[in-house]
């Protein structure tokens, strides 16, 4: 009997020790795993905007031939294929500065293409009238405070998944600092409330300067900010955001994506190159006889946009689309200036060569006499952009060249780029006005040779190529 109290008093023992266990997991798991509070962790993410209409670079240089509108959707496209979960976000200032619809349609058309999770509705954006015929009805476009906006294309928030929502914010522009500080607390205040009733966690899709986004951050709203570029518009591409990666920094755990689009910025980096062994990465410092430095305030957080990301076949309908586009402006062009053209003042470099025969000699041989050859040789010949760098007096309403059928006289950069029209210089040789000095040339230059078509351009370097008596 004493052995059999003893084995039951154990068995009880454990048995009541086991429900006791039991219950308290039953208790704790589901509260933990249903608990609305639980902290998800964002997946892996890539941003890009700013294309401010900049569908194709125009590779006059190496420095600057980053971006373009099928890079995006390449890059975009090649990751998605390495990760089993990626989220996309657009920060928007996409469209054409300038109002060119040909160019902000095929930005559209490439956005439309990558279906960004979420897309700020931002200041170039704000500018056009029409939203239903720019934008697609598929375009997640998000800002918090929008009741301006007709449209309903535009939402305040944008659930991206079941844990995460996107919210888009403008800094207020044009208001005293009294009433943008309302404006910045009245918001935050809507924003607190609106994400405890929603149970979600926050994504801020952001434009504005660095006091603006270190408010929202300091905040504590939101699990994620990235920024538009703080650059003004009005500018033109460059480089110098690759020279200087730290430019992208506004402040905190926040960085703004590239100007121009020029690159993605990334959450992380996924490389598809072989990954080195212990035994390399210890045994390169003794090979080389250093260790490798490493700047940990600068990670990798851009892939630039570089041609090897380009395709032809990515966007084919679309680009195609764009090109016919492009040449009916030129074909338009070449119509109003026909109509008003009259004997000119311009009369091209065969003309000067029957007194400037040494001086016509070195310019034939350079490569300005070739300038519209190299615009056709990358089918970029009826680019009115391209073409002014590249022709005779192309925006010369009565003068000047048209096209290549109807004035090849004016094909390349001739004489009459630099000295000017020469009719007035045959019929009065002594003119000074014809007769310009270095430094009036060197404006000339300049002109053209700027970034982001000439970044490494010296003048004092490049003249003794064509310089002539």
């Not at 935050?188 to 899709?205: H, P, V, W």
């Not at 990670?299 to 032809?312: F, S, T």
């Not at 007035?424 to 700027?450: F, W």
């Not at 970034?451 to 002539?468: G, L, V």
Request: with cysteine; glycine share 6%.
């Amino acid at each position: 009997m004493n052995y059999l109290s003893v084995f039951l008093s154990t068995t009880a023992i454990c048995l009541v020790s086991s429900l006791v266990w039991l219950s308290q997991s039953d208790m704790q798991a589901p509260s933990f795993a249903k608990s609305p509070k639980a902290i998800q962790e964002i997946p892996a993410w890539i941003a890009f905007g700013d294309l401010r209409g900049h569908v194709e670079p125009c590779g006059c240089d190496p420095n600057t031939d980053l971006g373009g509108v099928t890079r995006l959707a390449k890059y975009h496209q090649n990751q998605k294929k390495l990760r089993d979960k990626l989220w996309l976000f657009d920060l928007g200032n996409n469209l054409h500065e300038s109002g060119d619809m040909n160019r902000s349609k095929f930005a559209e058309k490439t956005i439309e293409f990558m279906r960004p999770d979420a897309s700020l509705f931002n200041l170039l954006e704000m500018k056009q009238k029409d939203l239903d015929f720019v934008f697609s009805k598929k375009r997640r476009l998000v800002l918090w405070n929008q009741k301006n906006i007709q449209s309903n294309l535009v939402k305040n928030f944008i659930d991206i998944d079941e844990h995460f929502m996107a919210i888009g914010l403008i800094q207020p522009i044009g208001k005293s600092p009294e009433f943008k500080k309302y404006l910045r607390d009245f918001t935050l205040k809507e924003l607190k409330k609106f994400k405890k009733n929603r149970g979600k966690q926050m994504i801020g899709l952001v434009h504005g300067d660095k006091n603006w986004v270190k408010t929202l951050e300091e905040s504590k709203l939101f699990d994620l900010i990235i920024a538009a570029n703080q650059r003004p518009l009005g500018l033109l591409p460059d480089h110098e955001e690759k020279v200087k990666p730290g430019m992208l920094h506004v402040g905190g755990s926040v960085y703004m994506v590239p100007f121009f689009a020029q690159g993605f910025l990334l959450s992380e980096k996924i490389s598809t190159d072989k990954k080195p062994s212990l035994e390399e990465i210890f045994e390169q410092p003794r090979q080389n006889n250093q260790s490798k430095e490493f700047d940990f305030t600068q990670p990798e957080i851009v892939e630039w946009l570089h041609k090897g990301y380009e395709d032809a076949e990515i966007l084919k309908n679309a680009m195609s689309v764009f090109r016919g586009g492009l040449q009916k402006e030129f074909q338009n062009f070449v119509t109003k200036k026909s109509s008003k053209k009259k004997k000119g003042k311009f009369l091209g470099a065969a003309t000067c060569e029957g007194c400037h025969q040494k001086s016509h000699n070195i310019w034939k041989n350079s490569s300005h006499a070739h300038a519209h050859k190299t615009l056709k040789d990358v089918n970029q010949h009826e680019n009115l952009e391209c073409l002014k760098c590249h022709v005779v007096a192309l925006e010369d309403e009565n003068d000047g060249f048209m096209s290549e059928a109807l004035t090849p006289q004016f094909k390349g950069v001739q004489c009459e780029n630099c000295h000017g029209p020469m009719m007035g210089h045959i019929q009065n040789p002594k003119d000074k006005r014809y007769h310009k000095p270095t430094e009036a040339l060197k404006e000339v230059c300049v002109s053209c040779h700027h970034t982001p078509h000439s970044t490494e351009f010296d003048f004092e370097k490049y003249w003794k190529k064509i310089k002539h008596p």
